[in-house]
Every structure is written in structure tokens, then in C-alpha cells.
């Protein structure tokens, strides 16, 4: 059974940081890829970045470029999302979600249509 475990989510305010974790078990890493998607009240669930397990080959949402670095540990087949500099903006379900075999449009990772998601965690950031 696949399974993706979201942790790490949190209350913090604007400008502050905080650290997501995915630790996925039950599927092979190999040409995977995993992400972090959001959805925030009243909104459509957007793609936020996402991982190749293969190559590292990422994929950053405009809004998130410069402020977010996604990592992974693939010996622990854990992905991580490093937030900074918060934004209210940012306040959303944090969900984990993986792709068995990794997507790209040429040689840029895609970030859509994932194959399993994780139960969310929630992102408050205050003003």
C-alpha cells in the first residue's frame, strides 16, 4: 500500500519559515516523481513544486520561485520543502503527492496529474 505522510505544517508569521516533510512508503523511487500541492479556501489546488527522484530535475509554481527549495533524501524516500520569507498568501492544505513515473514537457519536469496523494497539513501564515 502507498502510503505519503505530510509533516511539518504549522501557524508562523510573514516573513517566517517552516519545513514540510513527505516520507513515502509502499512504491520504488526510481523515476518518480514527488510534490507538494496546496489548496487554500475558496481555491483551486495548485501545483507548488515538485521532485524527480531520478535526476533532481524540479519545478517551482511562479509564486513560490526564490522563497521555496524542495530536496529529497532518497534512501529515506523522504521529500522536504523548505519555506521562507512566508507570505499570508502561502496560508493552505499543504498535500504530498507522487507520480510513479516522472512527466516532462522536454526537459522540464511537470508537475500535475500525480498518481497517489497524502493526507494534507495545514499552513497558516499570519500577518
Known amino acids: 500500500e502507498v502510503q505519503l505522510q505530510a509533516s511539518g505544517g504549522g501557524l508562523v508569521q510573514a516573513g517566517g519559515s517552516l519545513r514540510l516533510s513527505c516520507a513515502a512508503s509502499?512504491?520504488?523511487?526510481?523515476?518518480?516523481?514527488i510534490g507538494w500541492f496546496r489548496q487554500a479556501p475558496g481555491k483551486e489546488r495548485e501545483g507548488v513544486s515538485c521532485?524527480?527522484?531520478?535526476?533532481?530535475?524540479?519545478y517551482y509554481a511562479d509564486s513560490v520561485k526564490g522563497r521555496f527549495t524542495i530536496s529529497s533524501d532518497n534512501a529515506k524516500n523522504t521529500v522536504y520543502l523548505q519555506m521562507n520569507s512566508l507570505k499570508p498568501e502561502d496560508t493552505a492544505v499543504y498535500y504530498c503527492?507522487?507520480?510513479?513515473?516522472?512527466?516532462?514537457?522536454?526537459?522540464?519536469?511537470?508537475?500535475?496529474?500525480?498518481?497517489?496523494w497524502g493526507k494534507g497539513t495545514q499552513v497558516t501564515v499570519s500577518s
Open positions: 509502499g512504491f520504488t523511487f526510481d523515476d518518480s516523481a
Open positions: 503527492a507522487a507520480d510513479r513515473h516522472a512527466s516532462y514537457d522536454g526537459s522540464s519536469l511537470l508537475c500535475y496529474d500525480m498518481d497517489y
Open positions: 521532485i524527480s527522484s531520478s535526476d533532481g530535475s524540479t
